[in-house]
C-alpha cells in the first residue's frame, strides 16, 4: 500500500514553549510583531554594527536581556569569524560583575542588525531600563 501523505516536522518542545505568549510574559518581555519587511527596500538594507553598553544591571535580568537580543534581532550576526574562541563568539554576551555594587552586572557588546530590529532592542531594553533602574546605551557605530 503506497501512502502519499505528505510527511511535515513538528516543533520541539522547547520551540514550542519559546512561542507561547506565557514564557514571555514570564520572562517579563512584551510581545512584540512579527518583523515582517514592507519593502524590498527594508530586506535590502545591510546590517549595522552597534555597540550595547549596560552597566549596574541586577544579576536576575541577564536572561531577559540575552532572550530581548534573540527576539528583537533574528538576522544572524555579521561578526561570526570562523574557528572564534566560543568564549568571544557572537552568540556569547560576556557579563562582568558590577566593581563599585553586589549583585549588578555590566556588559559591553559589538553587535550587528537592521536598523528596524537595532530600533527594537533599544525600545525593549530602555524600558527595562527604566523599570529595574539601571544604565543601558546602544550605540550605532556605521
Not at 569569524?81 to 555590566?106: I, K
Request: glycine residues 4%; aromatic residues 8%.
Amino acid at each position: 500500500m503506497t501512502n502519499n501523505a505528505l510527511t511535515v516536522p513538528t516543533r520541539t518542545r522547547h520551540q514550542a514553549e519559546l512561542l507561547s505568549a506565557d514564557f514571555w510574559e514570564d520572562m517579563g518581555l512584551p510581545q512584540l510583531k512579527t518583523s515582517v519587511a514592507g519593502s524590498y527596500e527594508d530586506v535590502a538594507k545591510p546590517a549595522q554594527t552597534a555597540v550595547l553598553t549596560i552597566s549596574g544591571m541586577p544579576c536576575a535580568l541577564r536572561s531577559t536581556v540575552e532572550a530581548a537580543m534573540v527576539v528583537c534581532i533574528p538576522s544572524p550576526s555579521e561578526l561570526f569569524a570562523s574557528g572564534s574562541d566560543p568564549l568571544t563568539a557572537h552568540w556569547f554576551t560576556a557579563w562582568r560583575r558590577d566593581p563599585f555594587q553586589l549583585g549588578l552586572v555590566e556588559c559591553r557588546e559589538v553587535i550587528t542588525g537592521t536598523p528596524r530590529e537595532l530600533s527594537y532592542l533599544r525600545e525593549m531594553l530602555v524600558n527595562l531600563a527604566d523599570e529595574h533602574r539601571f544604565e543601558v546605551e546602544l550605540r550605532i557605530v556605521d
